[in-house]
Every structure is written in structure tokens, then in C-alpha cells.
């Protein structure tokens, strides 16, 4: 199951605003809200067709860790060599 937070990391991640995943996704802009606010009290059909437009733009959902460490989080599935520094590879020398 993924999270209100997870939603509305992926919206900030691809920049997108409510009404514009509310257009992609067919729903209204108050179920968009309302999935960012409480996903347990909203519509299950909902969530997964929200989350099918993210996972179309390349967000992969994570699971929380089995071993209580680390929770839910999202990544985008593909890195392009073009899309600047991996994290792995930040440090003092290419910082700006």
C-alpha cells in the first residue's frame, strides 16, 4: 500500500500540479487532495489509478524495510547518464 506522503513526493518529484494529475488521471481535483491528505479514508480505485500515472512517468513506489529500518519512498525507475550526479557519487569536490 502506498502512502499519502509517497503521492505527494511523486507529484513534487515530476513537478506536477494537482489539477494537472487530476487531468492525467481523470479524478477530481478534491480526490487528488484528499489522497494527499488521509489514503486510508479514500477510494482504493483511486490511489491505484493515481499511482498508475506516476509509475507511466517513471516513479517507482518502495516499499518499507522488512527489518523496521527505512519506511516507504519513491526513486524515478531509470537514471540517464544525462540527469547529473548521482547521489552515490556527491561530495565536497562537485559541490556547487
Known amino acids: 500500500m502506498i502512502t499519502s506522503a509517497q ?5 513534487a518529484m515530476l513537478g506536477l500540479t494537482v489539477e494537472t494529475l487530476a487531468s492525467e488521471s481523470k479524478l477530481p481535483v478534491s480526490m487528488i487532495e484528499a489522497l494527499e491528505t488521509d489514503i486510508n479514508s479514500t477510494d ?23 527489518d523496521g529500518a527505512g519506511g516507504p519512498g519513491i526513486r524515478f525507475k531509470h ?9 552515490e557519487n556527491l561530495n565536497a569536490t562537485n559541490d556547487d
Open 7 to 11: 503521492l505527494r513526493g511523486a507529484r
Open 44 to 66: 482504493i480505485k483511486a490511489a491505484a489509478t493515481v499511482r498508475s500515472v506516476f509509475e507511466s512517468r517513471g516513479v517507482l513506489f518502495l516499499a518499507g524495510g522488512s
Open 79 to 87: 537514471w540517464s547518464e544525462n540527469d547529473g550526479i548521482r547521489p
